[in-house]
C-alpha cells in the first residue's frame, strides 16, 4: 500500500510505556498467581514503533538490524544488584513475527534462531526472566527493493501466546522516504564561560527526507546542574526520575504544527536559554526534532508530570543555505567544562593496647562549589588507598585489600554522584597486634593531573595508632580521636549530604540524552551518553576507579586507562556499558 504521507500511532508508544512500567510494580506477587492458575502474567513485547528507510539507504550502518524487539517478563529485576533473577515458571511460549505487509517493497532478513516461512518468523522458547535483561531478544534487518518509491508503507505485526500468559500485540510501521530531521550542531561551549553562566542554544533541524512533516516536536533536556529559565507557551515541562541522580533530567516537549519541506532547512525563532548552577560540571544538554504532528504529542508526554508553559510563544522559520555538515543526527553539548570541586581525605589517631580492637574511621568530603556527577561514565566510583598501619590488622572494613598478597593495603570506592556538600565515612575495625608507637598508614586520592580538583593539598589522610602528637601528617586537614568504643559507621555505598542543593533546588545527574521517540534520524540524544547506575563497588580483578566528570577527552573510548599512581597500584578508568537504563529508542 502506498500513501503520500503519515501520520504515526505515538499514542501506542505511550500505552506500551505505561504497560511497562505497570509490569515492573507486579513483583513475585504476580508469578505467584501464574503458579495458582489465576490471571495470566502480562507480558510486553518490545521494540520500535517505527522505522523511516531513506531511499538512498542511509537509514543505518549497512548490514546492521534496524529493529530489535524483545521481551519485558513480570516482576521486577534491578539488573545492578549483582545476582541473577529467577525465572518465571512457565509452559513454553512462541513470538510471531509478521513482515508480509512489507512484501512490495522490502527485503525482511528475519532471525534465523525461528522458524522462518517467507515472511514470517515464529520463535518458540521457554525463557522468561522479570524485567528485560535475562530475556530473549530478535533482531530484523530491511533492505529496499529497487522498486521502492517514497511513500511506500507497511507494517510488521509481533504477537506473542503461552499457557498463562499474556501478550501485547506490538506493530512497527515502516515507511519509505519519509521525513529526516537532522539537528543543528550546537556551537561549542564559550571560551570564558563558567559556572552560572547561561548557555545560548541556537536550535534547528534540516529534513534530508523524501516527504514533508507534517507538524515537529522539539524536545530538549538537561541534567542536574542544568535549568530553562523561560517557560513558552507552545512548550510543555517536566522533571524526569527525580529519585535517580544518574538519570535525573529536566525536559521540555515544544509543538509546532504546519508543513516542513524536504530539502529545507528551519530554525528557532530565538536560541534556548541554558542555565548553569554555580555547582555544575559536566552536565549535558541534549535536544532533538521529531517528525510528530501536535495532535499526537500528547503521547510523549506519558510517564512524567508535565506542566504547560506560560511565556511567549517559540516559533520555527525557514533559512538559506546551511551545509550538510552543520547538521547530525545526535545534538548535545556538556555544560560547563570549567569549575573545581575539593575532594577531602581525613584519618585517625587512636589508641589502644595490645590485642585490643579499635574503632577508625576514614572521611571523604566534597567541598564543592562542583557536584561530581560521572554522568558520561554512568556513575564510576571513586577509588582511594588505605594503608594499615604496622601492628596492626584489619579485623572489618567497608573495603577490600588491594591484592591477595597486600593485605596491608586497602582499596576503597566512593560511589558517584558525589554532591558539592557530600561526607562519607568508612569505618575500619582494627586490632592491634603489636604497639608500635607513632604507627602510620597513608591514605591517598590517585596522583594525577586533575584539572578539576580545586585543592590538591588536602587529597591524603593518615590513620596514626599510638601517637605522641609528633607524627607529620602532610595533607590531612583533621580526623577523628576514636577507640575501642568510638567511630562512626559507613562505607563505600554510604551516602551522605544533601540531595536538594544548588541553583536549580532539584536533584539528580542524567546521562539520559534520547528523545521518546524512534526513527531515523528524528530522536534526540547520543550514543555516547548512557549507562548503568553507580552505587555497586567493583567486583573481582578491576582496578581502583577514579569517576570521570563529563570530559569527553578524559574518556575518549572504552578502553582509556588512566596511569594514576597512588601507592604504587596503577588506577584504571573502564566505561560501563552506554545507554541501556535511559531509553535511547532508535530505529
Not at 544 to 573: K, P, R
Request: hydrophobic share 30%; glycine share 16%.
Amino acid at each position: 500500500m502506498r500513501r503520500s504521507s503519515l501520520r504515526a500511532p505515538w499514542t501506542r508508544a505511550a500505552v506500551a510505556q505505561v504497560a511497562v512500567a505497570g509490569l515492573a510494580t507486579l513483583g513475585l506477587a504476580g508469578v505467584a498467581q501464574a503458579d495458582g492458575g489465576q490471571a495470566p502474567l502480562p507480558v510486553a513485547i518490545t521494540g520500535p514503533d517505527k522505522v523511516d528507510l531513506a531511499l538512498d539507504g542511509a537509514e543505518g550502518e549497512p548490514g546492521e538490524p534496524q529493529i530489535r524487539l524483545g521481551i519485558t517478563g513480570p516482576g521486577d529485576y534491578d539488573p545492578d544488584s549483582g545476582t541473577d533473577p529467577e525465572p518465571v515458571p512457565n509452559n513454553g511460549y512462541s513470538v510471531t513475527i509478521d513482515a508480509t505487509a512489507l512484501k512490495g517493497f522490502a527485503e525482511v532478513d528475519l532471525p534465523q534462531s525461528c522458524d522462518v516461512d517467507a515472511l514470517t518468523a515464529v520463535c518458540d522458547t521457554s525463557s522468561l526472566y522479570p524485567g528485560d535483561s535475562y530475556n530473549p531478544s530478535w533482531s530484523i534487518r530491511l533492505d529496499l527493493k529497487d522498486t521502492a518509491e517514497a511513500g511506500d508503507f507497511g507494517k510488521i505485526q509481533v504477537t506473542g501466546a503461552g499457557e498463562g500468559l499474556e501478550f501485547n500485540e506490538h506493530t512497527v510501521d515502516v515507511l519509505v522516504g519519509g521525513p529526516e530531521l537532522l539537528k543543528k550542531k550546537l556551537p561549542a561551549e564559550p571560551e570564558d564561560f563558567e559556572a552560572g553562566d547561561t548557555y545560548s542554544a541556537p536550535l534547528g533541524f534540516r529534513n534530508v527526507g523524501s516527504m514533508s512533516a507534517d507538524g515537529v516536536v522539539l524536545r530538549f533536556g538537561g541534567t542536574r546542574g542544568l535549568s530553562f529559565p523561560d517557560a513558552y507557551d507552545n512548550c510543555s515541562y517536566a522533571e524526569e526520575n527525580k529519585d535517580d541522580l544518574i538519570r535525573y533530567q529536566k525536559v521540555a516537549l515544544c509543538t509546532f504544527e504546519g508543513e516542513f519541506l524536504p530539502g529545507t532547512a528551519y530554525e528557532l525563532s530565538e536560541p534556548v536559554r541554558v542555565k548553569t548552577a554555580d555547582f555544575a560540571l559536566g552536565d549535558i544538554f541534549h535536544y532533538g526534532f521529531d517528525a510528530v504532528g501536535a495532535e499526537e504529542a500528547g503521547a510523549l508526554r506519558s510517564g512524567a508530570d508535565y506542566r504547560q508553559g506560560s511565556g511567549r510563544t517559540l516559533t520555527l522559520k525557514p533559512v538559506k543555505g546551511g551545509q550538510s555538515g552543520d547538521y547530525t543526527k545526535y545534538a548535545e553539548i556538556d555544560l560547563p567544562t570549567q569549575n573545581s570541586y575539593d575532594l577531602d581525605l581525613t584519618g585517625a589517631r587512636v589508641d589502644g593496647e595490645q590485642g585490643e580492637t579499635v574503632t577508625v574511621g576514614i572521611g571523604l568530603s566534597n567541598h564543592g562549589p562542583a557536584w561530581i556527577g560521572a554522568l558520561r561514565s554512568g556513575g564510576e566510583p571513586l577509588g582511594f588507598s588505605v594503608q594499615i598501619p604496622e601492628g596492626a590488622s584489619v579485623v572489618d572494613s567497608p573495603c577490600r585489600p588491594m591484592n591477595d598478597e597486600a593485605t596491608a593495603e586497602y582499596l576503597c570506592f566512593a560511589d558517584t554522584p558525589f554532591l558539592e556538600d557530600d561526607h562519607r565515612t568508612f569505618t575500619f575495625q582494627l586490632r592491634i597486634d603489636k604497639v608500635v608507637e607513632g604507627a602510620k598508614g597513608k591514605i591517598a586520592l590517585p596522583e594525577w593531573d586533575n584539572p578539576w580538583e580545586g585543592d590538591p593539598s588536602n587529597d591524603t589522610g593518615w590513620i596514626v595508632l599510638n601517637g605522641t602528637g609528633d607524627e607529620e601528617t602532610p595533607g590531612d586537614t583533621g580526623g577523628t580521636t576514636g577507640g575501642t568504643d568510638g567511630g562512626s559507621t559507613g562505607g563505600s555505598g554510604t551516602t551522605g549530604g544533601s540531595e536538594t542543593t544548588g541553583g536549580t533546588g532539584t536533584t539528580g545527574g542524567s546521562a539520559s540524552t534520547g528523545g521518546a521517540t524512534g526513527g531515523t534520524g528524528t530522536t534526540g540524544g547520543s550514543a555516547s551518553t548512557g549507562g548503568t547506575t553507580g552505587g555497586q563497588s567493583p567486583q573481582g580483578g578491576q582496578d581502583g576507579l577514579l569517576a570521570s566528570t563529563g570530559s569527553a577527552a578524559l574518556l575518549a573510548s572504552a578502553g582509556a586507562v588512566l596511569a594514576l599512581a597512588a601507592g604504587g597500584v596503577l588506577f584504571a578508568v573502564s566505561r560501563r556499558r552506554q545507554g541501556s537504563r535511559h531509553g535511547l529508542t532508535r530505529a
